[in-house]
């Protein structure tokens, strides 16, 4: 069944404003996230903590939406990330999660007729942005629950996999130039 954003999600704008590098709350941006969209982790921009802060924190299940920019993509916050803000370049969206798996949500908005739709829609412009309206009026199809969780799964673990066979690139790397300096020393 296909459904409306507007229908099952409540979509707010990111944060703006200035970060620092010295604060306690990182304050996500686009070059956070590697071309995934997986966080990296090497966050060199926070926010110090105050009011208006801690009601921007990003909560278990939220779903950041780059809209601003050359790159678009979907990513999920999660808890273990701890506290973060994300800035004005992402709409957060907030599903339904009694009708949307947030993991599913992240998967099909992913998908590369997705984020090419979104790419045109956002074309015209120097620096190219979705509207909020047009992520409102994107269709999604809506699978059973059990099925939504199954694709989020999946993606799950072809992330993982994609992690675990750059981590063993690295490792071949580091183990092939240690073999050939050995051999020419």
């Not at 979907?74 to 949307?100: D, H, R």
């Not at 739709?117 to 909020?132: E, L």
């Not at 992330?159 to 050995?182: C, G």
Request: a positive charge; aromatic letters at 10%.
């Amino acid at each position: 069944m296909l459904v409306k954003l507007n229908d099952i999600t409540k979509i707010q704008f990111g944060y703006y404003t200035q970060p620092s590098s010295k604060g306690t709350i990182p304050y996500l941006q686009a070059k956070h996230f590697n071309h995934f969209g997986q966080l990296i982790g090497d966050n060199d921009t926070f926010l110090e903590e105050d009011d208006k802060v801690i009601e921007n924190l990003l909560q278990e299940g939220d779903v950041l939406f780059a809209a601003k920019g050359y790159r678009f993509f979907a990513t999920l916050y999660k808890k273990e990330f701890g506290k973060a803000v994300a800035s004005s370049i992402f709409f957060i969206i907030k599903p339904n999660i009694q009708v949307i798996d947030p993991g599913y949500m992240v998967t099909v908005l992913n998908l590369p007729k997705n984020l090419l739709h979104f790419q045109q829609s956002g074309a015209g412009s120097s620096i190219p942005s979705i509207r909020k309206s047009e992520l409102l009026d994107f269709n999604l199809n809506l699978i059973p629950m059990e099925q939504q969780h199954k694709i989020a799964a999946l993606q799950d673990l072809y992330l993982k996999d994609i992690e675990l066979t750059n981590e063993l690139i690295k490792r071949k790397n580091i183990l092939h130039q240690t073999v050939i300096s050995k051999i020419i020393k």
